[in-house]
């Protein structure tokens, strides 16, 4: 089978053969396609990336119609069932299941960097009581790179490799502290004894107990959590993650910026969007109405959709058994009903059937989430404390391909040919006639 496109531009009756390599063909190759001497050549448009891969990945693999998801070539059913999330944080890092002696020295490294120094703690202190946590998560990230402005290197390995450590190591402490500000809380530093989700809950909920004791099938499930959320290929906020640090940005930033993007409700906000969805519905029986109201174009169903799974999101489904787990302990989250309730009628109606759409990733984790305790604005911020794994492990891999450069995409303009200019007193019919 010959791998090649070939194209006939009606335009000029001529024809063109451009490679087709992995499925692909590059769009850099259609520039050679002109209407006439002096024309710039053909683009593609595409709006939102709905067809545009940016660089060529060797850490997530989806198949969005089969509902398949694996990191590094493992299933995630396998890893979530199997591994710690730092095991799973190192294999998306550096491509490898770690040995046992590599994992311990991973957990070591990591425990060892979590820690912030005082002065970002004082920068935290600094927020309104009631800013959201995912605001101060995203500022205080990019803070860190204040305090350690060698991470600007990044083209050394030996620096890189520090930064990654010190961002998964911090992240849940700054996440862990926005949490007790909020509340007005004193701050808990980390235990270097504890594993890495019970450390984390220790920052959260330690009281004046000497030695907070998190419950084990808890920390477990909230580990299964980090576990999904590691990585997701191309998705938002890791683009935004590749495109702010092709600019050479360095990585504290880079994924502040990121978490800034998984902050929208389209995104890792809609956790939070869904709790706030079934608070709104209030009980089952509304729930036919409420989905009536979604139909007739009022509003999404949040925690429904994706632009890539079209059958089912498998993180989906392992969320539901994990929050089955957290409700052993918790006893069951009363939305739980209408979310079941609303999930049932959906998947049966011909509006969501049509178009494909199911539960993500988000629609369960945020039920879960509050059966552990935690509030809704800080959904979010638990999303992003994996995902920083896999935003590091996109933008390692970007920093490293030599194909890439920075990131700049063209447009296509639309506006005015070149105009006169207008001096300012002989502006005023125009102005005055386009404001109304
Ligand atoms: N509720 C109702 N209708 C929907 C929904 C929804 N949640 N999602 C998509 N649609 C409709 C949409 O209106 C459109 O209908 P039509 O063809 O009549 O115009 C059709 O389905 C196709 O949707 P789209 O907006 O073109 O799909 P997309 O791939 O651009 O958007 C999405 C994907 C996830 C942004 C979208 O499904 C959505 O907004 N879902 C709700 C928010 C949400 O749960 N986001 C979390 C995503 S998963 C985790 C993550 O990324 O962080």
Redesign the pocket.
């Known amino acids: 089978m010959k791998e090649t496109l070939t194209i006939i531009d009606n335009r000029t009756d001529l024809r063109y053969e451009v490679p087709i390599h992995q499925g692909t063909v590059r769009t850099m190759d259609l520039r050679k396609i002109q209407a006439g001497p002096g024309d710039f050549g053909l683009m593609g448009y595409d709006p939102?990336f709905m067809n545009t891969a940016s660089c060529q990945s060797a850490i997530t693999f989806i198949d969005g119609d089969k509902g398949i998801l694996r990191y590094r070539g493992y299933a995630i059913e396998h890893l979530a069932e199997k591994c710690s999330f730092l095991e799973v944080a190192y294999l998306l890092l550096f491509g490898e299941l770690p040995t046992a002696a590599e994992l311990n020295a991973w957990v070591d490294t990591v425990t060892h960097h979590t820690m912030i120094h005082e002065t970002t703690k004082k920068f935290l202190e600094g927020f309104r009581y009631d800013a959201h946590p995912m605001g101060m998560f995203i500022s205080t990230v990019a803070a860190l790179s204040t305090v350690y402005p060698e991470a600007r290197n990044v083209h050394d390995p030996a620096l890189r490799h520090l930064q990654m450590c010190r961002l998964v190591g911090k992240v849940p402490t700054i996440a862990a502290y926005t949490y007790r500000h909020s509340l007005g809380y004193p701050y808990v530093y980390p235990d270097n004894e504890l594993s890495y989700t019970a450390n984390f809950m220790n920052m959260l909920w330690k009281m004046v107990e000497p030695k907070y004791q998190a419950n084990a099938q808890l920390a477990r499930a909230l580990d299964i959590l980090f576990i999904l959320h590691a990585d997701?290929e191309q998705?938002?906020s890791a683009n935004v993650m590749r495109s702010v640090g092709s600019s050479q940005a360095d990585p504290f930033v880079s994924v502040a910026a990121a978490a800034a993007a998984?902050s929208g409700?389209?995104?890792?906000g809609?956790n939070e969007?869904?709790l706030r969805m079934l608070d709104e519905i209030g009980s089952k029986d509304k729930v036919w109405s409420y989905l009536e109201q979604?139909k007739a174009g009022h509003g999404?169903?949040?925690?429904?959709?994706?632009?890539i799974y079209k059958n089912y999101?498998p993180r989906a489904q392992i969320i539901k058994w994990a929050a089955n787990q957290v409700f052993e302990v918790t006893g069951r989250n009363p939305k739980l009903e209408i979310a079941l309730e609303l999930e049932r009628i959906a998947l049966e109606d011909d509006?969501?059937v049509k178009?494909r759409?199911y539960p993500?990733?988000?629609?369960y984790s945020g039920i879960m989430y509050q059966a552990m305790g935690f509030q809704p604005d800080l959904f979010t911020v638990l999303?992003a404390i994996p995902r920083t794994v896999g935003w590091l492990a996109q933008w390692q891999e970007m920093v490293q391909d030599p194909e890439q450069k920075i990131a700049r995409p063209r447009q296509v303009y639309i506006g005015s040919e070149q105009r006169d200019f207008l001096p300012i007193e002989r502006r005023g019919v125009r102005a005055a006639s386009s404001a109304t």
């Open positions: 939102a997701h998705n938002c998984l409700p389209l995104h890792g809609a969007e869904v979604v999404k169903l949040m925690g429904f959709g994706h632009r999101d509006y969501f178009r759409l993500n990733v988000d629609f999303f």
